[in-house]
């Protein structure tokens, strides 16, 4: 992040909204926008947001099924499998 650049003040984004945007989607760098000096909000391209979102959501993921793991919630593989055919087989 370059201070310089990437921290605005609220002022900048209501006069020069659109040049906020064109330049947050050409550099992929999310942008700081500050309110009586102190940050409040980050504006980020549409692709960097996405993929953080994802990022995300890998991480709650594989938290979950740790969680799982330490609490003894699992089934060995050959089991998902039964569980999987018989669901499908009722489904016929």
């Given amino acids: 992040m370059k201070l310089t ?4 003040p609220v002022t900048y984004m209501k006069t020069r909204a ?3 945007l064109r330049e947050v989607k050409r550099s992929r760098r ?3 926008i500050t309110q009586h000096g102190e940050a409040q909000a980050v504006v980020l391209d549409v692709a960097t947001y996405e993929a953080l979102r994802d990022a995300t959501l890998l991480l709650k993921i594989t938290a979950q099924g740790e969680a799982d793991i330490q609490g003894g919630r699992t089934v060995s593989q050959a089991e998902a499998f039964a569980r999987v055919r018989r669901r ?3 489904k016929e």
């Fill in 30 to 32: 999310p942008v700081v």
């Fill in 5 to 8: 650049e990437d921290i605005k």
């Fill in 88 to 90: 499908l087989a009722n």
């Fill in 18 to 20: 659109a040049e906020l």
